[in-house]
């Protein structure tokens, strides 16, 4: 009689718990190979089911998973995120209308704070666009590259030869051994095309690859010089390197391009040698990933101009690739034109208006659910390469070849005739703000509300969610401007918990605009706690509504946008002139204007000494270096009674107290003063104390 092997319940719980080590881990190629060694795919533990499916998504197997999904809806008390995978599932698989369903009844389920709403509620759009598209006329053939170029991991950002016909050069982490392959091992290799078949990629040379990240980024024009882009511990760098010895010429080194660090860029692509196109998340763009351009002038580089808000956008725009006729502009972004991840666009300069058309979504099977990006036509216009991460690939990434049906014309026009930014140029473009907003931006007009605060404290309710998307849609437009979130308590309970409370529900607004693409240095976080409460209750009465709303509430404030295209207007908080606080009067009063604080601590955490609940007024700033809180004490109009109150906290025991002034709710630097104290002589008091 035969043996049947078996897994012993030891052997089994073990291979669990390496599953889920490998599924936590990222590893779900791993995760999934565990899970079905232990037999586990039809375990009747539901979580350990919804880890499988999620994994069999991941890795491609999107029939398997959407069986497993669908016995979880069918046993009822369905987790949320499980509709939430089946419509992955069903993007991926252009089941546009399933998808739709499906995200919706996550939404249902959800929580109403949940990080994830904002994004799909894109998604919900993005598949409309696909399910609109689906049936659409096609502009080209694609197919996948096939398993001598793609392996399970990533090959992208095909490059063809500038030498060779039928030869391309591409990036890829196949020698990638690291359990959570993140492309830190990307090596740039080449293939040819031989009667139909590809050879077996051919690393580059190992003073071009190495042990870190490669990537190739283009090359000269005439062939002899490849760009790429590599990584020195964190920092990118791009380089350049000739690919031969030819007529003695020999050059390596780091590429000087129109950038202060390649590490704030990203997708490099050079035209004719004079212009450089690349991405940027840094400031002064329209928020996300920009494209920009720079020209080769007198041997150096121009500052970078963004390509305006018709080309970008409030998402990513990323990988321009610009048609042989200089006007032409192909790129990938995933804003809500797209049909899911990252679609290819193409927009057209038109020279007798100086404008962009309205950028194309150039469709189905070009672009699909997932991330289709690097579009590289070749020379002939005939053809094309893309990156794409669609499920049916051979792994995480792959490279897929395009044939148009229709030549791209663009790509096979060879002239003299300028470029679109050479036009401009020509035009006096010249005066284009450098890294900003173009000056043909129509002004803007924004009204901005304040949060107020429910009772139990919740910050990101529904609507306050809405104002604070309004909030980040304008400060991801204009880099200038900052913001002010200032949080204020109900007068009840002891005043330091209030303060510290006050912080933190500001630092969870604050939190929210941070996911939104804001950076943290550009918001100025304040709590008052309840020192300044805007409304009073009735004599005698219980606690009105006016006085439980006005006073549980996150004031926004906006700073520089004065040099800015953009109109704003604050929300006004009437109070009815008998239920006005004289406390908050007084923050109105001077919350504007010149003012003195004291402060007596910069700490990370609670400040907890009983005499501060003797300080009427007490408020909280972060600091944007540290992260640290700096307790202040006192808003005070003059110097003289900052003196006052400077005194006053050190008998408490504050001996390094420090008298801070502001103005309009900002910190004054030493070196602003001398400029403003015409205006605000009582600064000549703080300066000569200072000076001493």
């Known amino acids: 009689?035969?043996?049947?092997?078996?897994?012993?319940?030891?052997?089994?719980?073990?291979?669990?718990?390496?599953?889920?080590?490998?599924?936590?881990?990222?590893?779900?190629?791993?995760?999934?190979?565990?899970?079905r060694q232990a037999g586990l795919e039809s375990s009747k533990d539901k979580k350990l089911r919804q880890r499988i499916g999620i994994s069999m998504y991941e890795m491609s197997e999107l029939d398997r998973a959407i069986q497993i999904f669908q016995s979880l809806i069918n046993e009822g008390k369905t987790d949320a995120f499980v509709f939430f995978y089946i419509a992955k599932c069903y993007q991926a698989k252009n089941q546009y209308l399933d998808a739709i369903t499906s995200y919706k009844k996550y939404l249902q389920r959800a929580d109403e704070k949940d990080d994830l709403r904002p994004w799909i509620k894109d998604e919900l759009t993005r598949s409309a666009n696909g399910a609109r598209m689906r049936?659409?006329?096609?502009?080209?053939?694609?197919?996948?590259?096939?398993?001598?170029?793609?392996?399970?991991?990533?090959?992208?950002?095909?490059?063809?030869?500038?030498?060779?016909?039928?030869?391309?050069?591409?990036?890829?982490?196949?020698?990638?051994?690291?359990?959570?392959?993140?492309?830190?091992?990307?090596?740039?290799?080449s293939a040819s095309l031989i009667?139909?078949?590809?050879?077996?990629?051919?690393?580059?040379?190992?003073?071009?690859?190495?042990?870190?990240?490669?990537?190739?980024?283009?090359?000269?024009?005439?062939?002899?010089?490849?760009?790429?882009?590599?990584?020195?511990?964190?920092?990118?760098?791009?380089?350049?390197?000739?690919?031969?010895?030819?007529?003695?010429?020999?050059?390596?080194?780091?590429?000087?391009?129109?950038?202060?660090?390649?590490?704030?860029?990203?997708?490099?692509?050079?035209?004719?040698d004079s212009i450089c196109l690349f991405s940027?998340?840094?400031?002064?763009?329209?928020?996300?990933?920009?494209?920009?351009?720079?020209?080769?002038r007198n041997r150096q580089w121009t500052n970078p101009v963004n390509l305006g808000p018709t080309i970008n956008s409030f998402y990513d725009e990323r990988y321009p690739f610009l048609a042989r006729n200089g006007e032409t502009l192909f790129f990938s972004s995933n804003n809500l034109h797209s049909v899911g991840g990252l679609d290819i666009f193409k927009a057209v300069f038109d020279d007798s208006t100086l404008t962009?058309?309205?950028?194309?979504?150039?469709?189905?099977?070009?672009?699909?659910?997932?991330?289709?990006?690097?579009?590289?036509?070749?020379p002939d216009g005939m053809t094309a390469f893309i990156s794409s991460n669609r499920k049916?690939?051979?792994?995480?990434?792959?490279?897929?070849?395009?044939?148009?049906?229709?030549?791209?014309?663009?790509?096979?026009q060879i002239s003299m005739q300028p470029t679109f930014y050479n036009t401009m140029l020509m035009h006096g473009a010249e005066q284009i703000s450098i890294g900003h907003p173009e000056p043909r931006v129509e002004v803007k007009e924004y009204f901005i509300s304040h949060l107020f605060l429910e009772e139990n404290g919740e910050v990101l309710t529904p609507q306050n969610v809405k104002k604070l998307d309004l909030l980040a849609n304008l400060l991801l437009i204009y880099p200038r401007i900052k913001a002010e979130l200032s949080c204020f308590e109900l007068p009840t309970g002891q005043r330091t918990f209030n303060l510290y409370f006050s912080i933190k529900k500001a630092e969870k607004a604050a939190e929210y605009l941070e996911r939104k693409g804001v950076p943290r240095n550009r918001l100025n976080l304040k709590g008052y706690g309840s020192s300044f409460p805007l409304a009073k209750n009735m004599a005698g009465g219980s606690n009105n509504l006016v006085y439980l709303k006005l006073n549980h509430r996150i004031e926004i404030g906006i700073h520089d946008f004065e040099s800015e295209p953009v109109i704003t207007h604050l929300e006004n908080i009437p109070v009815p002139d008998h239920l006005l606080d004289p406390r908050g009067a007084k923050f109105l009063a001077y919350r504007h204007g010149m003012y003195y604080g004291v402060q007596i601590a910069s700490i990370p955490q609670i400040l907890q000494n009983t005499s501060l609940e003797t300080v009427e007024e007490m408020f909280i700033?972060?600091?944007?270096?540290?992260?640290?809180?700096?307790?202040?004490?006192?808003?005070?109009?003059?110097?003289?009674?900052?003196?006052?109150?400077?005194?006053?906290?050190?008998?408490?025991?504050?001996?390094?107290?420090?008298?801070?002034?502001?103005?309009?709710?900002?910190?004054?630097?030493?070196?602003?003063?001398?400029?403003?104290?015409?205006?605000?002589?009582?600064?000549?008091n703080y300066l000569e104390t200072k000076n001493k």
């Open 392 to 412: 049916e690939g051979h792994g995480e990434t792959d490279l897929y070849r395009v044939f148009f049906k229709q030549p791209v014309h663009a790509h096979q």
């Open 356 to 378: 962009w058309s309205v950028p194309e979504n150039l469709g189905f099977p070009i672009n699909s659910s997932l991330d289709d990006s690097h579009l590289v036509i070749s």
């Open 280 to 296: 940027s998340k840094t400031s002064g763009g329209y928020g996300g990933y920009d494209l920009y351009i720079s020209m080769l």
């Open 135 to 189: 049936y659409a006329d096609q502009l080209a053939y694609v197919e996948n590259a096939g398993p001598v170029i793609n392996t399970p991991y990533d090959e992208f950002g095909a490059q063809n030869s500038p030498t060779f016909m039928e030869k391309i050069y591409f990036n890829s982490d196949r020698s990638n051994t690291s359990v959570n392959h993140s492309r830190r091992n990307t090596d740039i290799y």
């Open 621 to 684: 700033e972060v600091d944007h270096a540290s992260g640290n809180y700096m307790y202040m004490a006192g808003i005070q109009p003059t110097y003289a009674e900052a003196a006052d109150m400077l005194a006053h906290m050190k008998s408490l025991g504050f001996y390094d107290a420090a008298i801070i002034p502001y103005l309009d709710g900002i910190r004054l630097k030493q070196d602003e003063i001398p400029g403003i104290a015409t205006e605000y002589p009582d600064l000549l």
């Open 1 to 35: 009689m035969l043996a049947i092997p078996s897994f012993s319940q030891t052997s089994v719980s073990r291979l669990r718990q390496d599953a889920d080590k490998a599924y936590h881990a990222g590893d779900f190629r791993k995760a999934l190979q565990y899970y």
């Open 195 to 272: 009667n139909g078949t590809w050879t077996v990629p051919t690393p580059m040379p190992s003073h071009i690859n190495s042990t870190a990240y490669e990537e190739v980024r283009g090359f000269s024009g005439d062939g002899q010089v490849i760009y790429f882009l590599t990584s020195k511990q964190t920092r990118f760098t791009l380089m350049a390197d000739t690919l031969s010895g030819e007529d003695g010429l020999f050059y390596q080194g780091v590429f000087s391009g129109p950038y202060e660090d390649a590490g704030t860029v990203s997708d490099f692509t050079f035209f004719n």
